[in-house]
């Protein structure tokens, strides 16, 4: 069955180019593949009276000869019907440069905003062209802190070479008393767009102005410490909060510590990663401490008191008759504070006999007469 171009993207035979362009925008908008309630066939229906009535020499043809006419090197308008929406084509045109996810894989260019950012900039579409300026880049950092300062907290300062808001300027971009002139790239618009080609045509893109970032004005004499980005380069101190009970590992963040953002925008974070250094006596295991004692064998053989260190100083600890080298003792809330609650861990407390390495000739007579008695 013969198919009537003309009829397919609803026009006469005496519509100009631009009245047969606008009629193929909006059946290809309405019915675009990736959007939903598309419909794929009628897409690439419009598509190809579009390839032909678009040229001026295939447009003549079809008038004259209708569907038998040679569009595309001997095959017909059914030349047209080998678009695939998977990325490639049956016959005739190749398409396999298109991706509907966002861009091209070789071939045609659709620029970094891919095949989406096209169609916005042809259906007037600005959703990609926001003058919301760029929040500035997030700082990440490492802080080590000691095994104490991680039992009872500590505060820090970090010393750090970064963007800050151009005092100057306030952060504005331009020398104070400079008076705010059109922008000339984009006429005041606070965007350009651009023309590129693609299988459908010449498309037009909107995209931000790069000279004005989409304000559509500048300042007739940028700031003089800045150059007009509204931000400079120095060393600036941060205080740093480190609460107690904080894991080896984990990250603290200060919100709008990092990066200056443009012109005033929003700085970005600053994400401090605590390393905790080991101690030469205690270690960690959940809010528990951890800690050995050698003490003489006769002291847990026969009992009594002896002096231990802890997270907070040395204390007595009482040991029983009878004790046995590897029991272990608690001293409850002694150990790490607990992030989330009041709450603290328990410092566990594992003694050990200690065994001299050398002995006098008494020690010695004592110990081999225990040792007859079976001791």
Request: aromatic share 8%; proline share 3%; glycine share 14%.
């Amino acid at each position: 069955m013969t198919k009537d171009y003309y009829d397919i993207l609803g026009v006469s035979k005496s519509s100009t180019d631009d009245e047969i362009k606008k009629a193929y925008r909006k059946l290809a908008h309405l019915h675009h593949p990736d959007k939903s309630g598309g419909d794929e066939a009628k897409f690439k229906e419009a598509n190809e009276a579009y390839q032909v009535l678009s040229d001026k020499a295939k447009r003549q043809q079809y008038d004259q000869f209708g569907q038998t006419f040679d569009g595309n090197g001997g095959q017909g308008a059914g030349g047209f019907g080998g678009f695939s929406s998977q990325g490639g084509p049956a016959s005739g045109w190749d398409f396999s440069g298109f991706s509907a996810q966002g861009g091209p894989t070789e071939g045609w260019d659709f620029g970094e905003g891919g095949f989406e950012d096209i169609f916005s900039g042809i259906f007037g579409g600005n959703a990609r062209t926001s003058r919301r300026r760029p929040r500035g880049q997030d700082i990440q950092v490492d802080l080590e802190i000691s095994f104490e300062e991680m039992v009872k907290g500590v505060e820090k300062k970090i010393n750090l070479y970064k963007s800050v808001t151009c005092e100057h300027c306030n952060g504005e971009g331009g020398e104070p008393g400079s008076n705010r002139k059109t922008c000339s790239t984009c006429k005041g618009e606070g965007r350009i767009q651009t023309t590129r080609r693609s299988f459908f045509g010449n498309f037009s893109q909107v995209t931000e102005c790069p000279e004005c970032q989409g304000e559509g004005k500048i300042f007739e004499k940028k700031c003089r410490e800045c150059g007009g980005d509204g931000k400079v380069k120095k060393e600036k101190e941060v205080g740093v909060k480190v609460p107690a009970g904080i894991s080896n590992g984990q990250t603290l963040s200060l919100e709008m510590e990092g990066e200056a953002g443009s012109k005033g925008s929003i700085p970005g974070n600053l994400y401090v990663n605590i390393r905790v250094s080991k101690h030469q006596k205690f270690s960690r295991r959940g809010n528990d401490i951890l800690s050995k004692e050698f003490i003489p064998f006769s002291l847990l053989v026969l009992g009594g008191k002896t002096e231990i260190d802890t997270i907070s100083g040395k204390v007595v600890l009482k040991i029983p008759t009878g004790t046995q080298s590897g029991d272990t003792f608690r001293l409850k809330g002694e150990g790490v504070p607990d992030l989330h609650s009041r709450s603290a861990g328990n410092h566990l407390i594992e003694v050990i006999v200690e065994t001299p390495k050398k002995i006098s000739r008494e020690q010695k007579k004592l110990l081999e007469e225990l040792q007859n008695q079976g001791m």
